[in-house]
Nanobody
Framework: QVQLVESGGGLVQPGGSLRLSCAAS????????MNWFRQAPGKERELVAT???????NYPDSVKGRFTISRDNAKNTVYLQMNSLKPEDTAVYYC?????????WGQGTQVTVSS
């Protein structure tokens, strides 16, 4: 079955960096687009990065130029490098794949940006 396991969250000061990882299993990783979402308390879940099969990427304006999504197909892992972090980036970050028309999610990893 499809499994997504995130890691790498934590507490970081404003302006700092974190790298999140998502280990995937249960499907042919290299042939699927992968996404990172986040959800802050009291807010809807929002898409923050997408990478497709040929590693083309897309970001919303809120994170463009600060976040970078990448993938390692040999390790079945997708990453989210987050730089110049702001307090408003504080959220639970989730890895996502749409597999056979169904959305799968990891358990999430907390990112807190605070001094």
């Amino acid at each position: 079955q499809v499994q997504l396991v995130e890691s790498g969250g934590g507490l970081v000061q404003p302006g700092g960096s974190l790298r999140l990882s998502c280990a995937a299993s249960g499907f042919t990783f290299s042939t699927y687009a992968m996404n990172w979402f986040r959800q802050a308390p009291g807010k809807e879940r929002e898409l923050v990065a997408t990478i497709n099969m040929i590693s083309s990427t897309n970001y919303p304006d809120s994170v463009k130029g600060r976040f970078t999504i990448s993938r390692d197909n040999a390790k079945n892992t997708v990453y989210l490098q987050m730089n110049s972090l702001k307090p408003e980036d504080t959220a639970v970050y989730y890895c996502n794949v749409r597999y056979r028309r169904y959305d799968y999610w990891g358990q999430g990893t907390q990112v807190t940006v605070s001094s």
